[in-house]
Structure formats: C-alpha cells, structure tokens
C-alpha cells in the first residue's frame, strides 16, 4: 500500500543555522503536499502546503520543495529558533475527490543552543 | 481562527470499559476525523464523517465506533477499551471546497488514553 515516511526519526541542529527535514512519499498520484509542526502536548498544526503543479513554495522562514520524479519532499527551515523544536511530518492527498491524506510518521527537530 | 476543542487532554481507563472521546469544532466543516499517534507509526485514521449521521471506516476501525449527530461534533468510542488502545487520540476538522473535497485539516490538542 501507499505510505509517506521521512528520511530521519530526529534532527538537531544550531540555533540560527538552517534546518531540512526530508520526506519520501511512493504514491505517484499524489498532488498535494503539507507539512505540520506538532509541538510537545499539542495537535499538528499547519506550515505550509504545495501542489504537484509546483517544485518550490515559500512561506515565512520555510520553504518547501517537491521533486516529483523522485517523490520526495523537503522542508527548510531558515535561521531555526528555539520555538522551531517540535515534530514535523508531512502528508499527501491523491487529486481523487475526497481522497483522505497520509501521514509520515515524523522528523523530531531539536534545536542547539 | 478555527478551533478544535477535545473533552480531555489525559484519560486513564480501565480494560473493557467503554470509553468516549468527544471532538467540537466551531467552523462549520463538513468533515471531521478521528486519528491514533502512535510513536513511529505517524498518524493513523480510525473513522472519518462528512456529514451529520454519516461516517467512513478509515484504516484502523477495529475496536472503535463514532457518533456524529451534530455537525460540530464527533464522538469516537471504544465499546470495551484495550491495552492496546493505549495512545494519543487526534481529531481534526476540514471543508469542502473547491474541487479538491477534503482541504487541509485542523487539529485538536490530542487526548491521551491510558487503558489500563
């Protein structure tokens, strides 16, 4: 069956440096694509989102990129900060009506004073 | 801003007990859904609705009912609590617009069972 993993179960890195947490997906039909942040004791929270129709996204701070040909998704983070440490998973959608998303099982990123 | 609201943060139950989870959003969504988190497994869904009265298996149903008479509310239920069911309980809310049907969902804060 379809199944969206990411590519490391934790990360650390400095303060201020940047941050990219990896994600594989295996459903070719999958078109569209979001990264949540779940911070400790709190649901997943929306970051930012992209459609197969695009290879890059920017938000504030973050960026997201799809690789269609290697189904593989990223999301950086610039200048991580202390408020960036949670888990971040990402989940695709089929361009099926009503087709439900699937979920990685996430990245946990620590951030170094 | 969309809120989802859990009825409890921490649950601890007993085996065979019957338990239930309630789910209130305030956004008028047509969609709402029930998922388990458990450590390495990501999320999973247990059931889904898209209407009032109406509800979907999702990928892991066995051992779980749901209840969805109102539109903003949606109840999971676990008819005699396992060991097994142990775990941190998501619901999430999403619209139906566009041609997509299901956008992005909204969390809850989670509620974490402990059957004991």
């Known amino acids: 069956g379809e199944s969206v993993g990411l590519h490391l179960p934790t990360l650390s890195v400095q303060e201020g440096d940047n941050s990219i947490i990896n994600c594989a997906y295996s459903n070719s039909a999958s078109d569209y694509f979001i990264w949540y942040k779940q911070e400790s004791g709190k649901g997943p929270q929306f970051i930012i989102d992209?459609?197969?129709?695009?290879d890059k996204r920017q938000g504030q701070r973050v960026t997201v990129l799809l690789n269609k040909t290697v189904k593989h998704l990223s999301l950086q983070i610039a200048a991580t900060q202390p408020g960036d440490s949670a888990v971040y998973f990402c989940?695709?959608?089929?361009?099926?009506?009503?087709?439900?998303?699937?979920f990685g099982p996430g990245t946990r990123l620590s951030v170094l004073p | 801003d969309v809120k989802v609201t859990q009825s409890s943060r921490y649950l601890v139950k007993r085996t065979g007990e019957k338990v239930f989870l309630e789910c209130v959003q305030d956004?008028?969504?047509?969609?709402m859904f029930w998922y388990r988190q458990d450590p390495g497994l990501g999320l999973r869904l247990i059931y889904f609705s898209y209407d009032v009265k109406m509800k979907e298996k999702g990928d892991i149903p066995e051992g779980y009912s749901v209840s969805r008479e109102k539109k903003e509310r949606f109840s999971l239920i676990l008819e005699s609590a396992s060991t097994n069911q142990t775990s941190m309980y998501l619901c999430?809310?999403?619209?139906?617009?566009?041609?997509?049907?299901?956008?992005?969902?909204?969390f809850g804060p989670g509620t974490r069972l402990t059957v004991l």
């Open positions: 989940a695709d959608q089929t361009n099926n009506y009503g087709q439900n998303f699937v």
């Open positions: 999430a809310s999403s619209d139906t617009s566009g041609t997509r049907g299901y956008n992005e969902q909204f």
């Open positions: 992209i459609r197969s129709n695009m």
């Open positions: 956004m008028d969504h047509e969609n």
